[in-house]
């Protein structure tokens, strides 16, 4: 078999559900492709490996409750897309990761985005989205987040020994901030050349973290919240300077440090054009012997904004979903329907549906039909 197309409704067999399993999918050297599948209590929810000849991975409008892995692809250096998009996903291992893509070697070749997915939740485990030696990929609108215990090294989003890689417009909720832990939002360890633009990050230890040789990064207008410490480099991080890019400090930091270097400011460099202490400029740390000066003043120019590039403007279905409440009401009444793919659509509408309301107390309570959508769904979505 070269090709698997496993779908969730085919309209023959009905809804497609795999419950209290090892693995709910395993491909090995097989384009694969899986959607609109509910799976529950499974060891791994989909696993692929060893993809060669340009074969394509797929994950799409899925709901997996795994123990270990949720999505993981593993040793696929041939591969030609690997597209993880519109799930649901929840691991509850205190190893557990819910989206795992990683070669051995540096993948030049496989093109992977990870989009759009809408609820990204770890109960007690170690990451959300973990992606190890890829290049020129994407990681954009996606809903990481981490309840219960603080799980030790938990990374919202990791990048390992990756290169050329967008990791924009994502919303990383932790579980609180725990000294004797260290959990981080957004970590790159040895990546650069990195786009990280947009992004907000809450409530872990460490809110963004880069670990070693990330030249060439750019960081822009990333809303960084409550944390131990808001941004913190290690003593041999080089990110590469940043020339007005408007990342904002908006919240309380309990090491008394907004921005925190182990290193020097050579490559470093942080030029802003506000006074200390405000939003773009946060109060920071750096060794005695650091070179000093990695946060530096220059009135000129404007911060980066992303709104001005349109950077993390939505999809029409999540746009409607944001401006629309008569929309909202008719997919908790499950009246919404779309000219094509009807199940489909009315999956994934309830899958934007439920990670807004689980954000959202004020929509939330707005109404009955609302507050029972979230109840209802609370195990099946």
């Known amino acids: 078999m070269d090709n698997l197309l496993v779908d969730g409704y085919n309209s023959n067999s009905g809804a497609l559900t795999i419950n209290n399993c090892d693995f709910g999918i395993y491909t090995h050297n097989i384009a694969a492709a899986t959607q609109s599948v509910t799976m529950t209590n499974v060891g791994v929810g989909v696993y692929g490996e060893a993809n060669t000849f340009l074969k ?12 270990r892995r949720g999505i993981q692809f593993t040793s ?12 649901i996903v929840s691991t509850n291992d205190p190893e557990g990761v819910c989206i795992q893509v990683e070669d051995a070697m540096l993948n030049q070749t496989t093109s992977l985005e990870i989009l759009e997915n809408p609820s990204i939740d770890c109960y007690a485990g170690l990451g959300g989205i973990w992606v190890t030696n890829f290049v020129a990929s994407i990681i954009k609108w996606n809903y990481v987040n981490q309840f219960g215990f603080v ?9 390992t020994t990756c290169n050329q890689v967008e990791v924009s417009c994502n919303d990383v909720q932790g579980s609180g901030i ?19 633009h947009c992004n907000l ?11 070693g040789a990330c030249g060439s990064s750019d960081f822009a207008d990333n809303e960084i919240q409550n944390h131990e410490t808001g941004l913190r480099l290690n003593n041999v991080a080089i990110i590469g300077n940043q020339f007005n890019q408007g990342n904002t400090w908006v919240g309380n930091y ?14 470093n460099v942080f030029e802003v054009h506000t006074p ?22 220059n009135p000129l120019g404007d911060p980066y904004d992303c709104d001005n590039f349109d950077e993390c403007n939505p999809d029409p279905l999540n746009r409607m979903l944001n401006t629309n409440l008569s929309l909202e009401q008719s997919i908790a009444d499950g009246t919404f329907t ?11 509408a309830k899958q934007y549906l439920y990670a807004r309301l689980k954000r959202d107390i004020v929509l939330r309570n707005q109404n009955s039909s609302l507050q029972g959508f979230i109840r209802h769904n609370k195990i099946q979505v």
């Open 338 to 348: 779309t000219l094509d793919y009807v199940p489909e659509s009315k999956s994934i």
């Open 276 to 297: 200390l202490s405000t939003l773009l400029l946060p109060q920071i740390f750096h060794p005695v012997n650091s070179g000093q000066g990695w946060f530096t003043i």
């Open 76 to 87: 696929n250096p041939g591969a030609g897309h690997i597209y993880i998009s519109h799930n």
């Open 56 to 67: 394509n991975l797929t994950v799409t409008n899925c709901e997996i409750n795994a123990i």
């Open 178 to 196: 725990d000294a004797s832990k260290a959990s981080n939002g957004i970590r790159l360890d040895q990546s650069g050349e990195c786009i990280v």
């Open 151 to 159: 799980q030790r090294d938990f990374s919202g989003i990791l990048l």
């Open 201 to 211: 990050v809450n409530q872990t230890n460490n809110g963004f973290v880069f670990n």
């Open 254 to 267: 309990s090491s008394g440090f907004g921005a925190f270097n182990l290193g020097n400011s050579i490559g």
